[in-house]
């Protein structure tokens, strides 16, 4: 079975933002042409195409008024009649040839007379007006026709045709075959080819905007200019933007992918829904009790008004999936409980199975741990730590050197075993109360070993490098001795050292 690989990219564009200084000429013409066929792409990819949905869909809704700037690209880039303002320019260029002088003077004549009635042109005076999305720039006449020609000779161009570099040339891709006479580029043509080439890459995908807004001319921080903010936020049609996303639904999906998503919400969709898709969406959306306000059914897809009622959708979702994790996690642990008890029991079997006599019932118990109620006694607790996990509490007889016995607290922990006794208080408020202390502790990786007998008894001797033994009579050894071996071996990757004597 083959899988088709397919390529997810993102791409970053950043271009130059909108200019508007105090004289302007054929550079900042090209640089607001091409704002104005992105800003173009913005209405068809958002504006436009949004309310366009409803319309096709069925879907009620208000509509919300923008400007739509495709007049002003059409004035610039037109090629049918009325001829927009690049192909004037570059045909003055063709007649004039490479006569600079008066050759302004010309086009300023022609674009009065070509698009003189225009709504968003304006003559003035030694050049022209015209009315941008962003706003009426006036440009000066003066050196189009030259920087519009952008003379480079053929065998230059040849030359860096010829390189190896393919990035070189790519930057030089006019066709200058002796074969083939045809007009000479210029850069009004060049722009937009490549701005067209642009959009046609960008209306293949997805795009998402970041909107810069400059808040003042002096690059400073803290420098506020309060006109210049709003009439930005104007001209970027941000108010539009959001009045129609305020009108309109913040969420829509075609039916099949949200019953898809949500299905799980109720038992007759899940695992699955048989009948129609829009009915499943419906019945999904009246078990979760959502108004009736807040969605709209389409022709195919589910529209959604507030964002909050698909936060509730998605809250339910979560809280569905996080019950069923916790069942499987509930028959993991079981399951891996059961497994680690049954790997403990034949741990303790291997422990004394030929080495010493046991007790009948001792050979099938259950292992419990805690034989001492330790959340009864949260003084014991205290003594060892709240951080510090017990494995083995038990209450055992210790004997002396005279034998003398006494009642001690077993404590097993991962890192140290503990010996609790309990002593008469002398002094303060607690005079003559009793209180736990630490009569002993052990560290693991201090015991030398063990000494059992093999005999049915309850004995056992820990023995401690460079001091004294232990000897305790431990009601439950086998477990004691099973655990005991456990956290020896993680603490010193070695097992304990268990011996056997009469």
Request: hydrophobic residues 35%; aromatic residues 10%.
């Amino acid at each position: 079975m083959k899988t088709e690989l397919t390529d997810l990219t993102i791409g970053i564009l950043d271009i130059y933002g909108f200019e508007i200084f105090q004289k302007n000429g054929f550079e900042q013409f090209c640089i607001n042409y091409v704002n104005e066929k992105l800003q173009q792409i913005f209405i068809e990819l958002t504006l436009k195409a949004e309310q366009e949905e409803y319309v096709q869909e069925g879907i009620k809704w208000n509509s919300i008024e923008y400007f739509n700037n495709k007049i002003v690209c059409d004035l610039i880039e037109s090629k049918s009649s009325p001829s927009g303002i690049m192909c004037i320019v570059d045909d003055v260029c063709a007649t004039m040839h490479a006569v600079n002088e008066g050759s302004d003077n010309q086009l300023l004549g022609k674009l009065s007379k070509a698009v003189g009635s225009h709504a968003h042109f304006q003559s003035a005076g030694a050049g022209f007006i015209i009315h941008h999305y962003a706003g009426k720039v006036t440009y000066d006449i003066e050196g189009f026709c030259e920087k519009n020609r952008d003379v480079l000779f053929t065998d230059i161009i040849q030359v860096m045709q010829s390189s190896e570099n393919p990035f070189i040339r790519n930057l030089f891709p006019e066709n200058v075959s002796g074969t083939i006479r045809s007009r000479p580029t210029t850069a009004g043509s060049k722009i937009k080819t490549q701005a067209n080439q642009l959009v046609d890459a960008l209306m293949k995908c997805t795009p998402h905007y970041i909107r810069c807004i400059k808040p003042n001319e002096t690059k400073k921080p803290h420098d506020w200019e309060e006109d210049r903010v709003k009439h930005q936020v104007e001209y970027l049609g941000l108010k539009e933007n959001i009045r129609v996303r305020r009108a309109g639904y913040a969420y829509r999906r075609p039916f099949k992918k949200f019953l898809h998503r949500y299905a799980i919400l109720t038992k007759e969709t899940w695992p699955s829904w048989t009948g129609d898709p829009k009915q499943g969406v419906i019945h999904v959306l009246k078990s979760v009790n959502m108004d009736d306000d807040n969605y709209q059914m389409g022709k195919t897809k589910i529209f959604i008004k507030a964002p909050e009622s698909l936060f509730l959708l998605e809250e339910m979702r979560e809280r569905k999936y996080d019950g069923y994790a916790r069942v499987i996690q509930k028959a993991f642990r079981q399951y891996f409980a059961r497994k680690q008890y049954q790997k403990l029991k034949e741990q303790a079997s291997d422990l004394l199975v030929g080495k010493k006599e046991r007790r009948r019932y001792s050979l099938n118990r259950n292992f419990i741990g805690d034989y001492i109620g330790l959340e009864d006694n949260p003084a014991i607790r205290a003594l060892i730590g709240k951080r510090e996990r017990i494995e083995f509490a038990e209450t055992v007889n210790k004997y002396d050197r005279r034998f003398k016995v006494t009642k001690r607290d077993l404590i097993l922990t991962p890192k140290c075993v503990y010996l609790i006794g309990r002593e008469k208080v002398k002094k303060g408020p607690e005079k003559g109360c009793y209180r736990e202390i630490i009569k002993r502790k052990i560290e693991i990786e201090n015991i030398s070993h063990v000494s059992l007998s093999t005999h049915q008894d309850d004995f056992i001797v820990i023995h401690v490098k460079n001091d004294y033994g232990s000897l305790l009579e431990i009601t439950f050894k086998t477990e004691f001795l099973t655990l005991l071996n456990k956290k020896f071996q993680e603490r010193t990757n070695k097992p304990l050292n268990i011996q056997f004597s009469d």
